[in-house]
């Protein structure tokens, strides 16, 4: 079975708690990538996985934003404290090894109140 | 940095008219080329892609020719139907190194019966 699995797929908090997403690439591949959508922009990346190691996280707010791969298959995102402005889509994405394209799971859609 | 620009949106059109949304997009090196679409409440999609210059990328009738003397994707189709009604990515990947995506901002299509 191909495809991402992202989880939970809605979550509304309130500013200064914390949140977490997780994410299973059910193929296995070994490139892993999470990504921000803020309402009306395109995705931006936070941050990329090859297998367990971080490629480019250039991005990620790391005062605030943190990731990790576990054993090179699922990942999570975590965010504490939350802050208004995080309020997005949080996709994941992974890639086939020699392959071009990435392919998304359905996003986690986060409301920060 | 790389970037990739989109005409601004939304853009409303009629049952069966023609499409075009444009995309231009500034690389360092030589980009693998890409559409993506996001239908209401579900997860990005690969439309289409196009990997080197003058390769022309098609899917469900949606057409992109990679221009590198312009620096354009297009998109087009001739003959637009409901379905289409989504929002659309233009996005491009060096071929080297990290090999993520970079997007634009997304162009929100509604066609109208």
């Known amino acids: 079975e191909a495809g991402v699995a992202q989880s939970p797929r809605y979550k509304i908090i309130e500013k200064r708690q914390s949140v977490a997403f997780w994410c299973n690439p059910i193929?296995?591949?070994?490139?892993l990538y999470w990504y921000q959508q803020i309402l009306g922009q395109g995705p931006k990346l936070l941050i990329q996985?090859?297998?367990?190691?971080?490629?480019?996280d250039s991005q990620l707010p790391k005062d605030r934003f943190s990731a990790e791969r576990l054993k090179g298959v699922d990942s999570t995102l975590k965010i504490q404290p939350a802050k208004l402005e995080d309020s997005a889509v949080y996709l994941c994405?992974?890639?086939?090894?020699?392959?071009?394209?990435?392919?998304f799971g359905a996003g986690s859609r986060l409301t920060v109140l | 940095g790389d970037s990739v620009t989109q005409m601004e949106g939304p853009v409303t059109l009629s049952e069966e008219a023609f499409l075009t949304i444009n995309c231009t997009y500034t690389a360092t090196g030589y980009p693998s080329l890409f559409w993506y679409v996001q239908y209401p409440g579900e997860g990005l999609q690969l439309l289409l892609k196009?990997?080197?210059?003058?390769d022309k990328g098609s899917n469900k009738g949606f057409e992109a020719t990679y221009r590198k003397e312009t620096t354009s994707f297009h998109l087009e189709k001739g003959s637009v139907q409901v379905s289409d009604s989504a929002v659309y990515f233009c996005?491009?990947?060096?071929?080297?190194?990290?090999?993520?995506?970079?997007f634009g901002q997304g162009t929100r299509l509604t066609i109208n019966p």
């Open positions: 193929s296995g591949h070994a490139t």
């Open positions: 196009a990997t080197k210059a003058d």
């Open positions: 994405a992974e890639r086939g090894s020699g392959a071009n394209v990435l392919t």
């Open positions: 996005a491009l990947s060096e071929i080297q190194g990290a090999q993520k995506l970079v």
């Open positions: 996985f090859q297998n367990n190691g971080v490629v480019d």
